[in-house]
């Protein structure tokens, strides 16, 4: 019994050194926790955030609508692709529009919605024939060139590509569908 009490008073001065072993044990645990969980946390916000990584494939052709359902009106046709980021995939997520217009038996012309000047969305001006912005009272005409001498717009709306394929008998138009730059005289590809 005396010896046990004797190992005691070792007992306390080993005692006296645990707290400190945990203590530091514990914060080598919180570092790994931080490394295991906080990092990636903060790379996948700063990727949410982000959105030149949240890509939608751009510049390809997109099957739009049969030709024969198109005349000289212009008619609005949603842009429907997947996006990405750099974790997941969203299917079937709206990009954007085009105008659309029949300029020939088998000819049709495609115009970004986007205005360059500002980057609001152009309007069809039935009344006058015309495309027009609401944001800054510019006016284009069918083929998307400005009226106004001194218009808002640095430039004429934007034409995308466009190209046809038949199947199953039907004739289908295809457009190539870009982002440009907004503000810039030129029209850049964004
Ligand atoms: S955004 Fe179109 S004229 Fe300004």
Redesign the pocket.
Known sequence: MSTSSSNGCCGCRSGAGSPRRGFLARLAALVLAMVAYVTPAIASLVAFLNPLRQKSKSGEFIRLAALDTLDGTPRKVAIVQDRTDAWNRYPNQPVGAVWLRKVGENEVKAIHVV??????F?DYDAANHRFM??????HFDLDGVRLEAT???PRDLDTLEVDYETKDGVKYVLVKFQNFR?GTADKIEA
């Open positions: 205005c360059p000047h500002a980057g609001c152009i912005c609401p944001c800054h009272n510019a218009s808002s717009s907004i």
